[in-house]
């Protein structure tokens, strides 16, 4: 049975950065994406960025270029790191890991727990 440990929210102030990381233990999918999606206060949740095994990300609008996805397919570890933090980025991050072809709402898809990020002006 695959789990995903996630750490790494925090609370800092706008402008800052903070890297976020999510363990997969067991045995993953073979073929598979990985990605972070976060909830903010209030709202429902939503991508924040994604990356297959081979690398292909896909970010939302607006964390592009403040936001890099990467992942350790050795370890099956994927980290966030974000930098020039803005309070609308303050939610509860989720990592995700779906099989390739599946959306990330599908029954397929394995979540961690979330980690808060909370983000002061």
């Known amino acids: 049975q695959v789990q995903l440990q996630a750490s790494g929210g925090g609370l800092v102030q706008a402008g800052e950065s903070l890297m976020l990381s999510c363990a997969a233990s067991g045995e993953p999918y073979a073929h598979n994406y990985m990605g972070w999606y976060r909830r903010p206060p209030g709202k429902q949740r939503e991508l924040a960025a994604t990356?297959?095994?081979?690398?292909?990300?896909n970010y939302a609008d607006s964390v592009k270029g403040r936001f890099t996805i990467s992942r350790d397919n050795a370890r099956n570890t994927v980290y966030l790191q974000m930098t020039n933090l803005k309070p609308e980025d303050t939610g509860v991050y989720y990592c995700?890991?779906?099989?390739?072809?599946?959306?990330?709402?599908?029954?397929?898809?394995?979540w961690g727990q979330g980690t808060l990020v909370t983000v002061s002006s």
């Open positions: 990356i297959t095994t081979t690398g292909i990300t």
């Open positions: 995700n890991l779906s099989p390739d072809g599946r959306p990330w709402w599908s029954p397929e898809s394995i």
